[in-house]
């Protein structure tokens, strides 16, 4: 995407010249009356690439403001800024494994940032984010194994490095910090790593390298070698998240500072660790250049932007009408959509209505902007796809991690005899369940099934996951697996063919579909004046 012009003229601004003056000389600075998503634009112009930008650490209130600031950051042009999400607890009252693999992977890549040359770090983190433990800089680059294939290794010596650096031995990987070990298959999912992986040897030979989707438990990609980063060990030490950012020149940004201090008083209530952290974290930022950055006026320095949301109108239905609503019959305006169907079809709209966007400084840019403004001073109004078509915005979902299946919820749902399919290890029998000790005070429920030749396998309930009640086509009862054959997932792959053949026929068809035209039915106005009455979104059919 073309650069954003009301970068550079929002830099030109008094106020903007004064407050990067500001820090430049180490003062502490408050930055107000930026309403909607023009605190970001005022981020964007401080770390813009073209002007020799210092490294920036954001403060924000939680996770969702960090991530819808990020949102906001890309659309001005900023696609260097990291996110560091805060680790939540699951049910054993442990830091969850997806959510220390996000937060590893982001200290990864920004120490990489600062190694290579370009733009100098930006990390946006909530309050919690930052005063959580996260491990020492040095330990990142510890632990790596480079494999290829074709190199001969010892599977031990790789097993004891993933255990020793706190993975876990698990019969089937789900999810970072997990390693599996059947005969001469090694499947492994390093915390920090951006998927799973799967080697397998012949002896002590590696064969084939590939990832690994934990969900289907299928091989995907192969590749020609890998580099194992098995990060900190479980014996290493702890620092803050500062000690990753800390630097000379580190400019302290703290993006709506009522919100962090409440954030902040609710972390802090019982002081403990985080206490510590932040008395830190204000010690060593206090000689640093500081900004805070804030929608409600500002007795320093006041932008005095305008909020772009509040005219009525309906601007798919009357384009014209929205525009004068919104900024009267002068200055420019940039419509943010969230994807490229509806810039298209917003130009389709202004075609129909007779609306000419260059001659009306109307601009269409594709990208997330949490809330729109207006900058008096420049005549300048920058709004979403849904402000400007009178619509309140979508509700946006936070997305989960993927579970391997759900086929099964509860030990109720089988009953002894019922045959069922485990994910990796194909068809068995359930028999019940088993009640398995694991220290004078904890203790699991386990499915207890049985495979060809009386071995038996038993899933803890934390497990049941991996499980599915077989549903077959026939009369005729199917034949157990043998727990680490290959029969199951030669089936699998003979199934994975069988798709592909239906895929290409449906689409042999759909092409013989698509290649038949014929006249198309004439316009109807009142067909026009209905699509344009209210937002939709064009779907490929």
Request: hydrophobic share 45%; with cysteine; charged share 25%.
């Amino acid at each position: 995407m073309n650069r954003f012009a009301l970068v550079d003229a929002f830099a030109g601004l008094g106020q903007t010249t004064a407050l990067v003056a500001a820090l430049r000389a180490r003062q502490h600075r408050a930055a107000g009356g930026l309403w909607g998503a023009s605190g970001a634009l005022l981020i964007a112009t401080l770390a813009d690439p073209a002007r020799q930008p210092p490294p920036l650490l954001v403060l924000t209130a939680n996770d969702d403001d960090s991530e819808a600031l990020a949102r906001d950051l890309e659309t001005f042009g900023v696609a260097h800024a990291h996110v560091l999400p805060a680790f939540t607890l699951d049910a054993d009252g442990q830091p969850s494994a997806h959510a220390l693999s996000a937060r590893l992977r982001t200290l990864l890549a920004l120490a990489q940032a600062r190694r290579r040359p370009g733009p100098p770090p930006l990390l946006l983190c909530g309050i919690e984010a930052l005063l959580q433990p996260a491990p020492e800089p040095g330990a990142l680059g510890r632990r790596r194994l480079e494999l290829r294939v074709g190199d001969r290794v010892a599977l031990a010596d790789v097993l004891a490095k993933a255990t020793a650096a706190g993975l876990r031995r698990v019969p089937v990987v789900l999810g970072p910090g997990e390693v599996s070990h059947r005969g001469d298959v090694l499947d492994v999912f390093p915390l920090g790593a951006e998927a799973a992986l799967r080697i397998e040897l012949f002896d002590d030979e590696i064969e084939s390298i590939r990832t690994l989707d934990p969900a289907s438990q299928r091989s995907l990609e192969p590749l020609d070698a890998v580099t194992l980063a098995f990060g900190a060990g479980t014996d290493e030490g702890t620092a803050d998240v500062l000690d990753h950012v800390l630097a000379r020149d580190l400019v302290v940004v703290v993006f709506e500072p009522l919100r962090v201090e409440e954030e902040r008083a609710a972390l802090l209530a019982h002081g403990g660790p985080m206490q510590k952290a932040w008395d830190r974290f204000l010690s060593a930022t206090t000689p640093l250049a500081q900004l805070t950055i804030g929608a409600l006026p500002s007795q320093d320095v006041d932008f005095k932007i305008l909020s772009a949301g509040s005219a009525v109108g309906a601007g798919e239905a009357d384009p014209h009408g929205r525009l004068r609503s919104l900024r009267g019959s002068r200055g420019r305006t940039t419509i943010v959509c969230p994807g490229e169907d509806e810039r298209r079809r917003l130009r389709e709209i202004f075609a129909h209505k007779g609306l000419d966007p260059e001659r009306e400084g109307v601009e269409l840019r594709v990208g997330g902007l949490s809330r729109g403004f207006r900058v008096r001073e420049l005549e300048w109004t920058v709004l979403s796809h849904a402000e400007f078509a009178g619509v309140p915005p979508a509700v946006r979902r936070k997305e989960r991690p993927v579970v391997a299946s759900r086929a099964i919820g509860s030990f109720f749902e089988l009953g002894p005899g019922d045959l069922v399919v485990h994910a990796a290890h194909g068809i068995a029998q359930f028999e019940g369940i088993e009640r398995v000790e694991r220290g004078p005070d904890a203790a699991e429920d386990h499915l207890r099934l049985r495979f060809r030749d009386d071995v038996l396998l038993l899933v803890p309930a934390s497990k049941i996951h991996l499980v599915q009640k077989y549903v077959g086509a026939g009369e005729a009862a199917p034949r157990l697996d043998r727990l680490g054959g290959r029969g199951f997932q030669r089936r699998k792959e003979e199934v994975q063919r069988a798709l592909f053949d239906l895929a290409a026929e449906l689409l042999e068809v759909q092409a013989q579909r698509a290649s038949v035209t014929r006249p198309p039915y004439p316009r109807d106005p009142l067909e026009d004046e209905f699509l344009d009455g209210f937002p939709f979104v064009d779907t490929p059919d």
